[in-house]
Nanobody
Framework: QVQPVESGGGLVQAGGSLRLSCVASPRSFSDRTMAWFRQTPGKEREFVAAITGTGNSTYYGDSLKGRFTISRDNAKNNVYLEMSSLKPEDTAIYYC?????????????????WGQGTQVTVSS
């Protein structure tokens, strides 16, 4: 399995926007639901958004829909996360990962490696 490579993070003021990108493993990419997660020190990793293989269905974590938009380009094995109206509480390292869903819970593929993530810092 190829490690995902996330990019696009940075320092932005509250109310600003960022676009994150992820280059994922080409193996069965278009068949896989892909997701973004985020994590801050001392907290559990949090589900942000997911998109099905065809791109026809998207899902968002609580309170994120309307500010975040997930998309994908299967020809490039890329997943994107458009973030707007950013808040200081959005500060985290953001990761992308293939996922599966059981009920309402999203589970990262256990044998797919995590990437290094990309740091998003929102100043007040």
């Amino acid at each position: 399995q190829v490690q995902p490579v996330e990019s696009g993070g940075g320092l932005v003021q509250a109310g600003g926007s960022l676009r994150l990108s992820c280059v994922a493993s080409p193996r069965s990419f278009s068949d896989r639901t892909m997701a973004w997660f985020r994590q801050t020190p001392g907290k559990e990793r949090e589900f942000v958004a997911a998109i099905t293989g065809t791109g026809n269905s998207t899902y968002y974590g609580d309170s994120l829909k309307g500010r975040f938009t997930i998309s994908r380009d299967n020809a490039k094995n890329n997943v994107y996360l458009e973030m707007s109206s950013l808040k200081p509480e959005d500060t985290a390292i953001y990761y992308c990962k293939p996922v599966s869903r059981v009920g309402s819970t999203w589970y990262p593929y256990p044998f797919s490696p995590w990437g290094q993530g990309t740091q998003v810092t929102v100043s007040s």
